[in-house]
């Protein structure tokens, strides 16, 4: 054996291509830099997600966050807004709307939510994590006032026009 036919025979030495096989080149081609670029964009996008996730404060099971509230809130002004009449029931507990339909729209505390019934079918969530919900009517103003589980109370009022002559 000598060194000579190691060397003379090339089919021995292989080269390791990149890129494809049947192209015969050397290198990244655009293809290979679009699907690397793809699946780069498609990581750092996931990352971003999902550190927003776990290092965004997060709310406790006691509470609800503020933009819940005001959703709530929302909610509850749109319906008195479109009745004809606002009345409260049960020492306050629940509020009803009856709307220009006929038909009553009650607001009121089911387990630790407050649930929104359409004639007293259905069970839509409305605010959940509070202990208590009081609703007065005095000058054509509803005031609502709801204890969250934390203790925390909560205040706000809103006009009912029906009681100002607009519905």
């Not at 503020?66 to 749109?78: A, F, L, R, T």
């Not at 054509?140 to 009681?163: H, M, N």
Request: charged share 20%; net charge neutral; glycine share 6%.
């Amino acid at each position: 054996m000598n060194i000579k036919t190691y060397v003379s025979k090339p089919q021995l030495i292989k080269k390791n291509h990149i890129a494809s096989a049947s192209c015969r080149q050397n290198g990244y081609t655009l293809l290979n830099v679009l699907f690397s670029l793809s699946v780069f964009l498609l990581i750092s996008g996931s990352l971003a997600a999902i550190f927003h996730l776990f290092l965004s404060r997060q709310q406790e099971h006691d509470g609800f966050t503020q933009q819940e509230w005001m959703i709530s809130i929302e909610q509850m002004m749109n319906e008195c807004k479109e009745s004809q009449a606002v009345k409260t029931a049960e020492d306050g507990s629940v509020l009803i709307c009856t709307n220009l339909s006929g038909q009553d729209i009650r607001f009121d505390i089911y387990h630790s939510m407050i649930r929104k019934r359409v004639d007293g079918k259905g069970h839509v969530p409305i605010l959940d994590h509070i202990t208590a919900m009081k609703a007065d009517i005095e000058n054509g103003v509803v005031l609502l006032k709801i204890e969250s589980e934390d203790q925390k109370v909560y205040q706000t009022a809103f006009p009912v026009y029906s009681y100002l002559g607009g519905g």
